[in-house]
């Protein structure tokens, strides 16, 4: 079993739909989780951090964790095309972070 | 300018050649890393540095060799490319006591 699950997708919506892209991961001793976006020939970057479970907003961008399902998510409202782009969870713990696979995603005009 | 750089960007070599993909940053951070990006497999540790004396193996370090020539260079060597090495490439960095990690544009690397 991987560390952390993520559905690769491709997920297609249609602008200003909301997003909801989920990751699973199986060890408690992981505290931190985040969320990359990754466009076409770039490099992943960074877009939400937490430690704790609940809700972290940002924007149109709100973060979840449910430590006690070992389950994170990633919701988008009002999608851009702008937002079309992969997505990755990481989850990080001492000196070590694992990512997951990524989900594709692309909202339509 | 970018923070972190990667070149080359793209390079297609051939089975049995030793290439070498290096990476420069200007952040000021001890901490550097190399992964590789699969589809279906997202983003997988080859190794790790966090400081010029430090280099620790990550996930899949089989294939490859690193070397920290300075605070701010980290590079990685293909000792004998193999095709299932053809993969993207990126570097990353991190401060110590931080856990966002800063990557590079990616080098595309092709082996045939």
């Known amino acids: 079993q991987k560390e952390v699950e993520q559905d690769p997708g491709p997920l297609s919506v249609p602008e200003g739909a909301i997003v909801s892209l989920n990751c699973t991961y199986s060890n408690s001793a992981f505290q931190y989780f985040m969320w990359y976006r990754q466009y076409s020939r770039k490099g992943p970057e960074l877009l939400m951090y937490t430690y704790s479970s609940g809700n972290k907003e940002d924007g149109r961008f709100t973060a979840q964790v449910d430590k006690s399902s070992k389950y994170i998510s990633l919701f988008i409202r009002d999608s851009q095309p702008s937002d079309s782009a992969t997505y990755l969870c990481?989850?990080?713990?001492?000196?070590?972070?694992?990512f997951g696979a990524g989900t594709r995603l692309f909202v339509k005009a | 300018d970018a923070d972190v750089t990667q070149t080359p960007r793209n390079r297609i070599t051939k089975t049995g050649k030793r290439i070498m993909l290096e990476c420069s940053q200007t952040?000021?951070?001890?901490?550097m890393y190399w992964y590789r990006q699969d589809p279906g497999l997202g983003l997988r540790l080859i190794y790790y540095s966090f400081d010029v004396k430090d280099i620790n193996k990550g996930e899949i370090s089989d294939g490859y060799s690193v070397s920290r020539q300075a605070q701010a260079k980290f590079s990685l060597s293909l000792e004998s490319a193999i095709p299932n090495q053809t993969a993207l490439y990126f570097c990353?960095?991190?401060?110590?006591?931080?856990?966002?990690?800063?990557f590079g544009p990616g080098t595309r690397l092709t082996v045939t």
């Open positions: 990481a989850i990080t713990g001492g000196f070590k972070t694992i």
């Open positions: 952040k000021g951070h001890d901490r």
């Open positions: 990353a960095t991190s401060e110590t006591r931080g856990d966002e990690q800063y």
